[in-house]
T-cell receptor, first 116, second 111 residues
Framework: DTEVTQTPKHLVMGMTNKKSLKCEQH?????MYWYKQKAKKPPELMFV???????INESVPSRFSPECPNSSLLNLHLHALQPEDSALYLC???????????????FGPGTRLTVL | SQKIEQNSEALNIQEGKTATLTCNYT??????LQWYRQDPGRGPVFLLL?????KEKRKERLKVTFDTTLKQSLFHITASQPADSATYLC??????????FGAGTRLFVKA
């Protein structure tokens, strides 16, 4: 199974809502990533987990809260978002760990988020 | 500051020709340079990875070169087909997972 799945596909939320994005992979990868992608722009790295520990936080506002409950799952909790946070949120995984850190990333299809 | 640039925002070529895309970077020492394809509304799909100590990699009709002195990578698609039309992203990655994507080049292959 070489697939990264993301749910939901689309999400519309108000600025006072709390919601979560979910990502799952069963490739045995030990690194998982969250990216944000605005229209006609490249993906921007937000967070990286390695062996379920937060490895990178690219100065993301605290209204985004990542969680890695186990090696296959990655969540992104959303609270009090702003309209400018509307974007495609992509999850990715890579083999990760030791000398194999980084490397090819497998991306999910993304969650299209609209904040009203 | 670190910067990664893909020289062409868009590239139009005729079917059967070779498409060559360029990725330049500054103030960065990547462990890996990668190329991805992205279709509208979808996540990027990995194509090729080249390490800092490698000069060239090939996979079927794809070839990537990496010149760490020039700080440049070239990505070639030979015998291009209309199905190759997509946005192509280069990405630099350090050994510590930090990944920076270039803005992408939109490739249009005309039949």
């Amino acid at each position: 199974d070489t697939e990264v799945t993301q749910t939901p596909k689309h999400l519309v939320m108000g600025m006072t809502n709390k919601k979560s994005l979910k990502c799952e992979q069963h490739m045995g990868h030990r690194a998982m990533y969250w990216y944000k992608q605005k229209a006609k722009k490249p993906p921007e790295l937000m967070f990286v987990y390695s062996y379920e520990k937060l490895s990178i936080n690219e100065s993301v506002p605290s209204r985004f809260s990542p969680e890695c409950p186990n090696s296959s799952l990655l969540n992104l909790h959303l609270h009090a978002l702003q309209p400018e946070d509307s974007a495609l949120y992509l999850c990715a995984s890579s083999q990760g760990g030791g000398v194999a850190q980084g490397g090819e990333q497998f991306f999910g299809p993304g969650t299209r988020l609209t904040v009203l | 500051s670190q910067k990664i640039e893909q020289n062409s925002e868009a590239l139009n070529i005729q079917e059967g020709k070779t498409a060559t895309l360029t990725c330049n970077y500054t103030n960065y020492s990547p462990a890996y340079l990668q190329w991805y394809r992205q279709d509208p509304g979808r996540g990027p799909v990995f194509l090729l990875l080249i390490r800092e100590n490698e000069k060239e990699k090939r996979k079927e009709r794809l070839k990537v070169t990496f010149d760490t002195t020039l700080k440049q990578s070239l990505f070639h698609i030979t015998a291009s087909q209309p199905a190759d039309s997509a946005t192509y992203l280069c990405a630099l990655q350090t050994g510590g997972f930090k990944t920076i994507f270039g803005a992408g080049t939109r490739l249009f292959v005309k039949a």
